[in-house]
């Protein structure tokens, strides 16, 4: 069993790898937890001697297979957690991360199976990110940031990068959720605002290049 720090490092490194299929350099987990590197060295080290990464002086990081499914299983936790809190709970999407957070440590993989079950096998979270299963697998979902469309486009909102409440909070007084479907009417050459309308309410709004970058579609 990992202790808790332990698996917050694993699911940071799922993050930061690209769901665990890539290199992380120590610095930038370093910054994403807000931890010392002589620290995050040390924990290194640690989860090497468990097989859990890989780990060699002044090269970048990688989950080993091991790793990467025992990352992947946190990770699913804490998405079914979101997903029954909004579902099941009425939580807004804006509010479920924090308490997500703490239940995602809880060992009994029997409770999370059974929050599958309730929610009937989501393959997303109320984010729009893939719920892995119980093996740690999970389909790959291959989205483009909004800023990446262009003028005339049609485009459904998928998912969000990032779930911060300010974010989202953001998002929620545009009136801004997963699964709507919107036409670019234009774009700023200077910063990539954008400006587009609500197929079902025709309704234009803005969107900032802020806003645009972290939005995800299809």
Same mark, same amino acid.
Not at 41 to 63: C, G, W
Not at 108 to 120: A, H, P
């Given at each position: ?11 940071? !490194? *799922? ?13 930038? !987990? /370093? ?7 002589? &620290? ?31 990352? /992947? ?17 009425? +939580?807004?999407?804006? %509010? ?5 957070? %703490? ?14 079950? !309730? ?13 892995? #299963? ?5 389909? %790959? =979902?291959? $989205?483009?940031? @909004?800023?990446? +469309?262009? %003028? ?7 998912? =969000? ?8 909070? $953001? ?6 959720? @997963? ?7 234009? =774009?700023?050459? *200077? ?6 309308? +609500?197929? #079902?309410?025709?309704?234009?709004? &803005? ?12």
């Amino acid at each position: 069993m990992n202790s808790l720090v332990e698996e917050n490092y694993l699911k940071a !490194l *799922f993050h930061l790898s690209k769901n665990g299929k890539g290199e992380v350099n120590v610095k930038d !987990l /370093s910054k994403h937890l807000e931890i010392k590197m002589p &620290t995050v060295n040390s924990m290194m080290k640690k989860l090497a001697e468990k097989d859990l990464v890989i780990y060699e002086s002044y090269k970048p990081l990688r989950l080993s297979d091991k790793g990467r499914i025992k990352a /992947s299983l946190i990770v699913r936790k804490h998405r079914l957690t979101e997903m029954f809190l909004v579902e099941k709970m009425g +939580f807004g999407w804006e %509010q479920v991360h924090e308490i997500a957070e %703490q239940i995602e440590h809880i060992q009994s993989s029997i409770f999370f199976d059974k929050m599958d079950e !309730l929610l009937n096998y989501p393959k997303l979270d109320p984010h729009g990110s893939p719920i892995p #299963d119980k093996e740690g697998r999970f389909d %790959q =979902v291959n $989205y483009k940031k @909004l800023s990446e +469309f262009k %003028q005339g486009d049609l485009v459904e909102i998928c998912a =969000v990068t990032g779930s911060s409440d300010e974010f989202l909070k $953001y998002l929620n007084s545009k009136n801004i959720q @997963l699964n709507n479907k919107i036409k670019i009417i234009s =774009v700023e050459d *200077f910063d990539g605002t954008m400006i587009v309308e +609500f197929v #079902d309410t025709k309704i234009n709004e &803005t969107f900032s290049s802020h806003v645009t970058s972290r939005l995800l579609g299809k």
